[in-house]
């Protein structure tokens, strides 16, 4: 059974850098736009990033524009968020998503597949 796994998340410095994978086993990702989706405590669920299916389109939430990078490489069946310039605003639970993503716009659809998540914390 397939499933998204996001990894690299941790605590860094404000202003430190983090990069964040999301793949899945048994399942090629690349025939699909791919979501980065975080919540904070306390929080609702918000669009960071989006990526389409052959990585010519992107789009990034305004909080993150200049400071996050989305990328795939669809030989390592594998889409990254490349985080700089970390601030403890950016401190959530990072998850991916596919299965009708809107890219651009950074919206899930009512039946996107998740995967569980990885806790970016940004503290001194």
């Known amino acids: 059974q397939w499933q998204l796994v996001e990894s690299g998340g941790g605590l860094v410095q404000p202003g430190g850098s983090l990069r964040l994978s999301c793949t899945a086993s048994a399942l090629r990702l690349d025939y699909y736009n791919i979501g980065w989706f975080r919540q904070a405590p306390g929080k609702e669920r918000e669009g960071v990033s989006c990526?389409?299916?052959?990585?010519?389109?992107?789009d990034y939430a305004d909080a993150v524009k200049g400071r996050f990078t989305v990328s795939r490489d669809n030989a390592k069946n594998t889409i990254y968020l490349q985080m700089n310039g970390l601030k403890p605003e950016d401190t959530a639970v990072y998850s991916c998503?596919?299965?009708?993503?809107?890219?651009?716009?950074?919206?899930?659809?009512?039946?996107?597949?998740w995967g569980e998540g990885t806790l970016v914390t940004v503290s001194s």
């Open positions: 990526i389409s299916s052959g990585g010519g389109t992107t």
């Open positions: 998503a596919m299965y009708h993503i809107r890219c651009p716009g950074i919206e899930p659809g009512t039946q996107s597949a």
